[in-house]
């Protein structure tokens, strides 16, 4: 059965540094969506990506985060300078059409120190 | 802004009791509801989903049932197991426009023999 997958598993990085977050979605699938889970809270939708643009973005995604789909497959989230409060896990969705079933990736575990 | 409220836990049952989860939502028109659960160590997984007034979805002995009138999508299960033990997330998509999923804030089950 086709699958997200997400790398890397964990990343723990110094405040201030870029951290890129890689995403495949499944390969027939046509929107792409970031979310965060900040430990032992809920899980925020961050942005979603179609067509090669961002269709819709929440107030958490601000000028420090974007998201870029570099090739056929990959689908990525770049934090220009982390921040302690950056530290989450990061989940990559997809699914084919809009308001359909999303399909999460296993999610990125990112430590700021 | 719409916005999904779940009981909160963590909720400790033994194996074989009846499980209620309440969930319910405010959002304009009809959204789809889903439940979403979290094992682990694991990322989300699509557990079961409604997308009309009184549509249930089911799945692995799980069903919730859209209510429009009450504005709910409480999760039920006759007979809970030691391997039903996660988080589980009530969450929406919009009619309309927006496609990015708000999520409740996730109830933990803990289950024991």
């Known amino acids: 059965e086709p699958e997200v997958t997400q790398t890397p598993s964990h990343q723990v990085t110094q405040m201030g540094q870029e951290v890129i977050l890689r995403c495949v979605p499944i390969s027939n699938h046509l929107y792409f969506y970031w979310y965060r889970q900040i430990l032992g809270q809920k899980v925020e939708f961050l942005v979603s990506?179609?067509?090669?643009?961002?269709?819709?973005k929440s107030e958490i995604f601000d000028d420090q985060f974007s998201v870029e789909r570099p090739d056929g497959s990959n689908f990525t989230l770049k934090i220009r300078s982390t921040k302690l409060e950056d530290s989450a896990m990061y989940f990559c969705?997809?699914?084919?059409?809009?308001?359909?079933?999303?399909?999460f990736g296993p999610g990125t575990r990112l430590l700021v120190l | 802004g719409d916005s999904v409220t779940q009981m909160e836990g963590p909720v400790t049952l033994s194996e074989e009791a009846f499980l209620t989860i309440n969930c319910t939502y405010t959002a304009t028109g009809y959204p789809s509801l889903f439940w979403y659960v979290q094992y682990p160590g694991e990322g989300l997984q699509l557990l079961l989903k409604a997308t009309k007034a009184d549509d249930k979805g089911s799945n692995k002995g799980f069903e919730a049932t859209y209510r429009k009138e009450t504005t709910s999508f409480h999760l039920e299960k006759g007979s809970v197991q030691v391997s039903d033990s996660a988080v589980y997330f009530c969450a929406l998509t919009p009619q309309r426009g927006a496609d990015g999923l708000t999520f409740g804030k996730g109830t933990h089950l803990i289950i024991q023999p």
């Open positions: 990506f179609y067509n090669n643009e961002i269709s819709e």
């Open positions: 969705a997809s699914n084919g059409q809009g308001r359909e079933t999303q399909y």
